[in-house]
T-cell receptor
Framework: AQTVTQSQPEMSVQEAETVTLSCTYD???????LFWYKQPPSRQMILVIR??????QNATENRFSVNFQKAAKSFSLKISDSQLGDAAMYFC????????????????FGKGTLLTVNP | GAGVSQSPRYKVAKRGQDVALRCDPI?????LFWYQQALGQGPEFLTY????????KSGLPSDRFFAERPEGSVSTLKIQRTQQEDSAVYLC??????????FGPGTRLTVL
């Protein structure tokens, strides 16, 4: 079974600064997907960024980028120019390549990192 | 356009009561997931539907948990004889198969 570990329960950053959230995972699979989700307080979880394991290029979405190290099974999220609205719980998640039976679509989440942005 | 909706948003049950949690996915999304999120934890997979077929129920913690999606749209998660350890936020997500999962706001269940 796959596992996802987020070793930083809490992080804080000054507004306009850069912060990196860590994530490691364990799998024996060679093809899979990795995600970062954001869950603001009392609000719905939304996708921040995703990475396909077969792609060597790191994904980027505006101020959000990842550092994907497949051999090290590491998938960190960098938030540049942090904004007050970035304050939330961030979850790293893993998804297998779906099999022919249509299963394996489920997400496996880490425990999350609570990000505080200080003005 | 409407996103994933869930009802009720909050549910308080006495231990031993049965509860039913509803999920309305985004129209046209064939895949529907249920997750359980305990306080301070990440969501954990419960079950997965592709249209009306329940393809994976490996995450259901006991036979007190039952989910259905009879017409391939709305889904209901039922918990029988609720226990205190069932207290959690229950999240529903839908997707167009391989694409992004869109999450609902969740139902916060408190069992007294």
């Amino acid at each position: 079974a796959q596992t996802v570990t987020q070793s930083q329960p809490e992080m804080s950053v000054q507004e306009a600064e850069t912060v990196t959230l860590s994530c490691t995972y364990d799998t024996s699979e060679s093809d899979y997907y990795l995600f970062w989700y954001k869950q603001p307080p009392s609000r719905q979880m939304i996708l921040v960024i995703r990475q396909e394991a077969y792609k060597q290029q790191n994904a980027t979405e505006n101020r959000f980028s990842v550092n994907f190290q497949k051999a090290a099974k590491s998938f960190s999220l960098k938030i540049s120019d942090s904004q007050l609205g970035d304050a939330a719980m961030y979850f790293c998640a893993y998804r297998s390549q779906p099999n022919s039976g249509g299963s394996n679509y489920k997400l496996t989440f880490g425990k999350g990192t609570l990000l505080t942005v200080n003005p | 356009g409407a996103g994933v909706s869930q009802s009720p948003r909050y549910k308080v049950a006495k231990r031993g009561q049965d509860v039913a949690l509803r999920c309305d996915p985004i129209s046209g999304h064939v895949s529907l997931f249920w997750y359980q999120q305990a306080l301070g934890q990440g969501p954990e997979f419960l079950t997965y539907f592709q249209n009306e077929a329940q393809l994976d129920k490996s995450g259901l913690p006991s036979d007190r948990f039952f989910a259905e999606r009879p017409e391939g749209s709305v889904s209901t998660l039922k918990i029988q004889r609720t226990q205190q350890e069932d207290s959690a936020v229950y999240l529903c997500a839908s997707s167009l198969g391989l694409h992004e999962q869109f999450f609902g706001p969740g139902t916060r269940l408190t069992v007294l």
